[in-house]
């Protein structure tokens, strides 16, 4: 089977907190996608980062950081120094094989609050 | 400026009747979706148009039918609406790269339907 497990379904932290959300997945393909979105209160989805199962390089995007780890199936996300902005709902998707009817499966996500 | 752009962003209307939500990206992508956000965030594909074909056709009714007249719209009908149709319909665009499907999806700001 493939797919992905986001364990934690709801997170609160205090504002300035550093919180990770973590992201594990499995499938056999050798060459797939890791994507992360982002569902403010407001609705819209906002797609952050896009990874390719053959760069295990992480990366910074200011307050934003993700951890790829091949070995253990595992492209967890960061958010250093939170702010209530960051509230949201945060998905982490596999896209599996490259052929044009792959879907992306979408699971329930992490709620994460932050509160002042 | 708009990428992917739904119309209308609200939508309410009675059990049995038939309405529409249109959908348009200026990205230049090939390839369009319709999903369904249902009341507990979860996020499931309808159908994917690529290039104006029909790519992925999910056990939906078939009240609800997608029409792409152009690769740049893909338009949602829904006939005799029924109440558990409510929901949050999101179109979204990506580009192929080549043959394979590795891009990121960009999404419209979401339709809320209410069937009342």
């Known amino acids: 089977a493939q797919k992905v497990t986001q364990a934690q379904t709801e997170i609160s932290v205090v504002e300035k907190e550093d919180v990770t959300l973590d992201c594990v997945y499995e499938?056999?393909?050798?060459?797939?996608?890791l994507f992360w979105y982002k569902q403010p209160p407001s609705g819209e989805l906002v797609f952050l980062i896009r990874?390719?199962?053959?760069d295990e390089q992480n990366e910074i995007s200011g307050r934003y950081s993700w951890n790829f780890q091949k070995s253990t199936s595992s492209f967890n996300f960061t958010i250093t120094a939170s702010q209530v902005v960051d509230s949201a709902v945060y998905f982490c998707?596999?896209?599996?094989?490259?052929?044009?009817?792959?879907?992306?499966?979408w699971g329930l996500g992490t709620s994460l609050a932050v509160n002042p | 400026d708009t990428a992917v752009s739904q119309t209308p962003k609200y939508l309410v209307t009675q059990m049995g009747n038939d309405k529409s939500i249109k959908c348009e990206q200026n990205?230049?992508?090939?390839?369009m979706y319709w999903y369904k956000q249902d009341s507990k965030k979860f996020l499931k594909i309808m159908f994917s148009?690529?290039?104006?074909?029909?790519?992925i056709n999910e056990t939906v009714p078939n009240r609800f039918s997608p029409k792409s007249p152009d690769k740049a719209h893909l338009n949602l009908h829904i006939n005799s609406l029924e109440l558990g149709d409510s929901a949050v319909y999101f179109c979204?665009?990506?580009?192929?790269?080549?043959?394979?499907?590795?891009?990121?999806?960009?999404f419209g700001q979401g339709t809320r339907l209410t069937v009342v």
């Open positions: 998707l596999p896209l599996l094989g490259l052929a044009k009817d792959r879907k992306l499966i």
């Open positions: 499938t056999r393909d050798t060459t797939y996608y």
């Open positions: 990874r390719n199962s053959f």
């Open positions: 990205l230049g992508h090939d390839t």
């Open positions: 148009y690529n290039n104006k074909e029909l790519i």
């Open positions: 979204a665009s990506r580009a192929m790269r080549g043959r394979s499907m590795n891009t990121e999806a960009f």
